[in-house]
């Protein structure tokens, strides 16, 4: 991991920070003004949508989606003022159906602040709710995906992929359960095939080397093919496996490098017990961000904190939080979240 020399007029004393690891109870768009300029290495957050809830404080209650716009890019603007220009902008913003009909408002959104406030966008990351709340709509389906836009001042932006997918590789070669099952329906398909059976015990031998070849981390994964039940590769660069195939019965691909991180990210949606917040992100979508656009000691501000998600992941992954929200009963439980969160010692090392 380079470290990026610090630009000239970014803030370095991050410790006399305002708000320094604090939750403050209180309008974002009045405390963002205490954040100096370029100061912050990550906003992450999601605001009140369009026409959604009511918090109180008229953002959200908007009568058009204009002038929802209105209200939020100033917002927006002001984050884009406090992150370094090495620094990072994740948004997450809900849809809304009026008379019938999906407003696009993330989309509006999206298009609004890289045409005004000067960011670009880097991604647009679809956030899947592998439990959506079941609803019985009769012409039309259940909505169970958000987007979290990334968005960044300049091409110079903070982006550890290669911290980020080494531990995505770990996930995916014995991190997890998944990886005792890793190819074990190819020995099925090897006895169902049509092989002889010296090519059987062949390609189970073949088949068993590739798989301890995974689990020791040597590849990422592979795919094997078998005469008769899978399709047969083409000419070309393909042609050896086809000879492969017509001589031995089977093939097998091997991959090698990082996993590929696509821009889909998978969870269910978090419930708290006693959580007096009606509308939670996953600390576990937060922390995949902080790990992709963060190093320990980071800076994180969320204006529209909630219930503390972002701050409780920038807490347990050893970065600094700053958050905001005009609620003192979701300020409360923020803080007391983060009491009771302990902190992954991995991180401190990183
Ligand atoms: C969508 S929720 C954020 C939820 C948060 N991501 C979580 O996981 O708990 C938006 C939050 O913005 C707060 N809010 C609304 N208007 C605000 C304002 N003008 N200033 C500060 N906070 C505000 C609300 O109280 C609400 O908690």
């Given at each position: 991991m380079v470290e990026k020399e610090i630009a000239t007029n970014e803030y370095t004393?991050?410790?006399?920070?305002?708000?320094?690891?604090e939750i403050v109870c209180g309008e974002s768009s009045e405390l963002l003004k205490q954040i100096?300029?370029?100061?912050?290495?990550?906003?992450?957050?999601?605001?009140?949508?369009?026409?959604?809830?009511?918090?109180?404080?008229?953002?959200?209650?908007e009568q058009l989606p204009a002038?929802?716009?209105?209200?939020?890019?100033?917002?927006?603007?002001?984050?884009?003022?406090?992150?370094?220009?090495?620094?990072?902008?994740?948004?997450?913003l809900g849809d809304k159906y009026d008379d019938s009909s999906l407003l696009l408002m993330p989309y509006r959104f999206a298009i609004a602040a890289t045409e005004q406030c000067g960011v670009r966008l880097v991604n647009n990351i679809t956030w899947v709710k592998s439990n959506p709340t079941?609803?019985?709509?009769?012409?039309?389906?259940?909505?169970?995906?958000?987007?979290?836009?990334?968005?960044?001042?300049?091409d110079d932006y903070a982006y550890y992929l290669d911290e980020f997918l080494k531990d995505e590789a770990v996930k995916a070669n014995g991190g997890n359960k998944a990886s005792d099952k890793v190819g074990k329906s190819y020995f099925a398909l090897i006895e169902k095939s049509e092989l002889l059976s010296e090519q059987k015990h062949q390609a189970r031998l073949a088949l068993q080397q590739v798989i301890e070849e995974v689990k020791r981390g040597e590849i990422q994964g592979f795919r094997m093919k078998i005469r008769g039940l899978h399709?047969?590769?083409?000419?070309?660069?393909?042609?050896?496996?086809?000879?492969?195939?017509?001589r031995n019965g089977f093939t097998i691909i091997r991959i090698y490098g990082h996993p590929m991180k696509r821009d889909v990210l998978t969870t269910p949606v978090e419930s708290l017990k006693s959580c007096p917040h009606p509308a939670i992100y996953p600390t576990q979508v937060v922390e995949e961000f902080l790990r992709l656009l963060?190093?320990?000691?980071?800076?994180?501000?969320?204006?529209?904190?909630?219930?503390?998600?972002?701050?409780?992941?920038?807490?347990?992954?050893?970065?600094?939080?700053?958050?905001?929200?005009?609620?003192?009963?979701?300020?409360?439980?923020?803080?007391?979240?983060?009491?009771?969160?302990?902190?992954?010692?991995?991180?401190?090392?990183?």
């Open positions: 004393d991050t410790r006399k920070l305002p708000f320094w690891n100096p300029d370029a100061s912050v290495d990550l906003v992450i957050t999601s605001p009140p949508y369009f026409k959604q809830r009511d918090y109180g404080a008229g953002l959200g209650n002038e929802y716009l209105a209200s939020l890019l100033p917002i927006f603007q002001e984050c884009v003022r406090v992150v370094k220009t090495t620094g990072n902008i994740v948004f997450n079941p609803r019985q709509f009769k012409r039309r389906l259940v909505s169970s995906t958000e987007p979290f836009f990334h968005f960044v001042k300049t399709s047969e590769p083409f000419g070309g660069q393909e042609g050896g496996r086809k000879i492969q195939m017509e963060t190093k320990p000691n980071d800076i994180v501000l969320d204006p529209f904190v909630g219930s503390g998600s972002t701050a409780v992941a920038a807490y347990k992954t050893n970065r600094v939080y700053i958050g905001f929200d005009l609620n003192p009963d979701y300020c409360d439980y923020a803080r007391s979240r983060i009491r009771n969160t302990t902190y992954q010692t991995s991180f401190l090392d990183e």
